[in-house]
């Protein structure tokens, strides 16, 4: 493997179930990124990893709960979700995080579905 | 405050021509990085270009360029004999302090290449 992988690419679920989606980046990076992606909606930054430690949660609900267990893992925990998550999850990686020269690489994306 | 505007929702262009899109951005920084990428309708965001606030010169990548006016704040990103698989959503994004570094997106532009 190569890159940013993401699984699942596609998921479905009800409101009462619990799910995690998993991100793996391959490329020695030490900051990875999970995003929203809505229809009609800008890009939305939710938590950022930096060597493993949280460095940003961006007023994200607690139905979602990240996890990074090392700097190449990135998880996403997701329980009681509302049909209003429904979208394009994207997960990313970066060398460091801490420059402005700092290029984002990304995931394929896990397609979400809340029913 | 932090801002990338993308005044464009959608563009066509003929196969084999050049095409121009868009990006304004507003910040106080001195230091701040400028990125291009194509999200394909397979979801994954694709890296592109990057342009750095203190590069005298425009950065190219191929067939991609940045046209880079700093006085005006704006980080045009140039195709050049566009192909039918260039099709798909460009985004504009800026690396940002605010504290932490991240990016900020814009609204994206979808280019349609026409045979």
């Known amino acids: 493997e190569t890159g940013v992988t993401q699984t699942p690419r596609h998921l479905v679920m009800g409101m009462t179930n619990k799910k995690s989606l998993k991100c793996e980046q391959h490329l020695g990076h030490n900051a990875m990124y999970w995003y929203k992606q809505s229809a009609k909606k800008p890009l939305e930054l939710m938590f950022v990893?930096?060597?493993?430690?949280?460095?940003e949660n961006n007023s994200v609900p607690s139905r979602f709960s990240p996890e990074c267990p090392n700097s190449s893992h990135l998880f996403l925990h997701l329980h009681t979700l509302q049909p209003e998550d429904s979208a394009l999850y994207l997960c990313?990686?970066?060398?460091?995080?801490?420059?402005?020269?700092?290029?984002?690489?990304f995931g394929p994306g896990t397609r979400l579905t809340v029913l | 405050a932090q801002k990338i505007t993308q005044t464009q929702p959608g563009m066509f262009v003929q196969e084999k021509e050049a095409v121009t899109l868009d990006c304004t951005y507003d910040t106080s920084d001195q230091s701040y990085g400028l990125f291009w990428y194509k999200q394909p309708s397979s979801g994954e965001m694709i890296f592109l270009i990057y342009q750095g606030s203190y590069d005298e010169q425009n950065a190219t990548e191929g067939r991609y360029s940045l046209n880079f006016q700093k006085a005006r704040k704006s980080a045009n990103l140039v195709i050049s004999a566009s192909q039918l698989g260039d099709s798909a959503m460009y985004f504009c994004a800026m690396s940002a302090t605010s504290g932490t570094y991240k990016y900020i997106f814009g609204t994206g532009t979808r280019l349609k290449v026409l045979a």
């Open positions: 990893y930096n060597f493993k430690e949280q460095t």
């Open positions: 990313a990686s970066s060398q460091a995080g801490t420059s402005v020269t700092d290029t984002q690489y």
